[in-house]
């Protein structure tokens, strides 16, 4: 006996949340979608479509998010939220203290603060809360992180990352060039795949960065460079360069008897053993995307791959890199009197 489909809000109908929702809609029984919140009526009717193509009920559209956990809240089980980045903190609070499970589109939130209240919301509450980054939601970086904590790769020394995208002339005229909605540019929007797989993978804190960012004429960063060191000594480089020809990267993990090669998405991994000439893959489960991972993590199948400490690490990394780059690329320290928001 299959088991009961997940009640769910969409919070954020735009372009992003049409991807997942193309991906949730290929097992319908898994999911019913109640309620959408969505502020555009064309984005709404847009979405719609993705329903009524597969024979299923559309959702009706409350853009009020409090009238819909009102209204709605005690017969919904959880909410997937893409919206910009400024609205992540209120939206998950909201969702969280209406009694949902959330799986919150990256960035978790917008700084450190932010992210501190949010962990004490979600701990008060009891609920879940999974952040979607697709590195994290991997089976490949879960493997990667296996092997690092293993101990059989030896002791992780240096990390070498890079992303790159045509993201400047893509994101031109959209909110993801405004400062005070996206929260950053390239570096905190396609780099923030970047700076989460990495401190998912290294598990501990970071504790100086030296970063320089170039906006190149837009009122966002577009190339980034980070040095930083973690609370171990390892030594890690960052690189994001927003205004390439394609979209791609690469993340390169050097340990006393390993060198793990993977990307910033999770997309494959590859794995060089001492005594060994060449990078080779290695075999993990096929992941059927973020929405399938979270509700493995929702009815207990699986731990939480991707939980709010590890967009706390993010986001103060993140905040780091904002004040290093301020100073002209000057050393600063990680962390250093975040307080909670209210």
Request: hydrophobic share 40%.
């Amino acid at each position: 006996m299959s088991a009961e489909p997940v009640k769910a809000c969409l919070i954020g109908a735009g372009g992003k949340a049409r991807n997942h929702l193309r991906q949730i809609l290929q097992s319908p029984e898994s999911t019913e979608f109640v309620v959408i919140s969505e502020p555009s009526e064309s984005a709404y009717q847009t979405t719609s479509k993705l329903f009524g193509e597969r024979g299923l009920a559309v959702p009706s559209n409350q853009p009020d998010l409090k009238k819909l956990l009102a209204d709605h809240g005690a017969e919904l089980d959880a909410a997937i939220i893409v919206t910009p980045h400024m609205y992540h903190f209120e939206q998950a609070k909201a969702c969280l203290k209406a009694g949902l499970d959330v799986l919150l589109e990256k960035p978790m939130v917008m700084n450190a603060a932010e992210a501190l209240a949010l962990i004490k919301t979600q701990e008060r509450t009891g609920k879940l809360l999974v952040v979607s980054f697709n590195g994290s939601l991997s089976p490949k970086i879960r493997k990667a992180v296996e092997l690092l904590r293993s101990g059989s790769l030896g002791e992780i020394l240096n990390v070498h990352a890079a992303v790159w995208q045509n993201w400047k002339e893509s994101t031109m005229g959209l909110w993801r060039q405004v400062p005070e909605i996206a929260g950053g540019g390239f570096l905190f929007d396609t780099g923030a795949h970047m700076l989460n797989t990495i401190t998912d993978l290294l598990g501990e804190d970071f504790v100086e960065v030296a970063a320089r960012l170039d906006n190149r004429g837009t009122p966002v960063d577009i190339l980034g460079s980070v040095m930083t060191r973690t609370v171990s000594g390892v030594l890690v480089t960052m690189n994001g360069c927003g205004e390439a020809i394609e979209t791609s990267s690469d993340i390169r993990i050097f340990c006393s008897k390993a060198i793990i090669r993977t990307d910033v998405w999770g997309k494959f991994l590859e794995l060089q053993r001492n005594g060994e000439e060449t990078l080779t893959p290695v075999d993990t489960p096929l992941s059927l995307g973020p929405w399938d991972q979270f509700l493995r993590v929702h009815r207990g199948e699986m731990s939480n791959p991707c939980p709010p400490e590890v967009g706390l690490r993010m986001a103060q990394l993140w905040d780091a890199i904002k004040r290093s780059a301020a100073s002209g690329g000057a050393p600063v320290q990680v962390g250093g009197g975040a307080q909670a928001k209210t």
